[in-house]
T-cell receptor
Framework: QKEVEQDPGPLSVPEGAIVSLNCTYSNSAFQYFMWYRQYSRKGPELLMYTYSSGNKEDGRFTAQVDKSSKYISLFIRDSQPSDSATYLCAMSDTLNYGGATNKLIFGTGTLLAVQP | KAGVTQTPRYLIKTRGQQVTLSCSPISGHRSVSWYQQTPGQGLQFLFE???????NKGNFPGRFSGRQFSNSRSEMNVSTLELGDSALYLCASSITDQPQHFGDGTRLSIL
């Protein structure tokens, strides 16, 4: 079983829809949770990051972390065709603090297509 | 501020050759990590360097190696290339307590 599970999709939604993307994980040591967006032929671009449990909002994007259920989500409101990309969740038990290492464990990514 | 820069963007090699990939981190970032991305395995951690020292290594054979220079720039080397090494190799940099920022990668194709 992989440490991080993510539905690969593809997920197709109409423009303006609310999109929900999710990941589950098994390692209870994970404390830092990130969402990256990756367009074709580009590197992953950081969208959101949160520490421990709770919600974080940035514009149309909301990240939720439920450590008790080992479940994280990314919500995209008013989705746009420009949101069409692969969304990757990533997790770490440390975040480059002092001498700590910086290894990220990624989900496989969800391919999202927003139809105009 | 310039992002993470990786060169070259594309490489074609044959089996048995070796290759060196380069990464220039964001200015001020001292941690550099490398990942391999393939359709089957997704993104997998290769290694991480901080102040010219390797702090962590993923589960890859010894053919994969890296180093970091005093200006934080990093290189990774793959020797005796195999067909399965075809992948997108991504470099990421970060500063203390902040998440990683990625470059656009080097697409390596092995013939």
């Amino acid at each position: 079983q992989k440490e991080v599970e993510q539905d690969p999709g593809p997920l197709s939604v109409p423009e303006g829809a609310i999109v929900s993307l999710n990941c589950t994980y098994s390692n209870s040591a994970f404390q830092y949770f990130m969402w990256y967006r990756q367009y074709s032929r580009k590197g992953p671009e950081l969208l959101m990051y949160t520490y421990s449990s709770g919600n974080k909002e940035d514009g149309r994007f909301t990240a939720q972390v439920d450590k008790s259920s080992k479940y994280i989500s990314l919500f995209i409101r008013d989705s746009q065709p420009s949101d069409s990309a692969t969304y990757l969740c990533a997790m770490s038990d440390t975040l480059n603090y002092g001498g700590a290492t910086n290894k990220l464990i990624f989900g496989t990514g969800t391919l999202l297509a927003v139809q105009p | 501020k310039a992002g993470v820069t990786q060169t070259p963007r594309y490489l074609i090699k044959t089996r048995g050759q070796q290759v060196t990939l380069s990464c220039s981190p964001i200015s001020g970032h001292r941690s550099v990590s490398w990942y391999q991305q393939t359709p089957g395995q997704g993104l997998q951690f290769l290694f991480e360097y901080f102040s010219e020292t390797q702090r962590n290594k993923g589960n890859f054979p010894g053919r994969f190696s890296g180093r970091q220079f005093s200006n934080s720039r990093s290189e990774m080397n793959v020797s005796t290339l195999e067909l399965g090494d075809s992948a997108l190799y991504l470099c990421a940099s970060s500063i203390t307590d902040q998440p990683q920022h990625f470059g656009d990668g080097t697409r390596l194709s092995i013939l």
